[in-house]
């Protein structure tokens, strides 16, 4: 059975950074790609990084240039380096791993709450 577990999240002032981790475990074959998403107050579940077998990343719009998505040498572990938090960025982040023949797996999230 696979796993896949957030951290690192809380409660961080304005302006400060945090950085979250995902892990994910089990009977796996090989990592296709890790994502992160948020879900904000009110709204749906957005997708905001992902990086994929060959390391490349990639950015929604409203983050690219304050967020980081990064991996361990293992590939079991994904981060999200957050920078110049905002209030607005409040939220839950989620993980989502694709494994093996493209089955996907959700964590159940960590709140960030950014205080002004």
């Known amino acids: 059975q696979v796993q896949v577990a957030e951290s690192g999240g809380g409660l961080v002032m304005a302006g400060e950074s945090v950085t979250l981790s995902c892990t994910i475990s089990?009977?796996?074959?090989?990592?296709?790609?890790m994502a992160w998403y948020r879900q904000l107050p009110g709204e749906q579940r957005n997708w905001i990084a992902t990086?994929?077998?060959?390391?490349?990343?990639s950015y929604a719009d409203s983050v690219k240039d304050r967020f980081t998505i990064s991996r361990n040498n293992a590939k079991t572990t994904a981060y999200l380096r957050s920078n110049s938090l905002k209030p607005e960025d409040t939220g839950v982040y989620y993980c989502?791993?694709?494994?093996?023949?493209?089955?996907?797996?959700w964590g159940l999230g960590t709140q960030v709450t950014v205080s002004s």
């Open positions: 989502y791993a694709v494994v093996d023949a493209e089955n996907g797996y």
């Open positions: 089990g009977s796996i074959a090989y990592i296709r790609a």
């Open positions: 990086i994929n077998i060959f390391g490349h990343t």
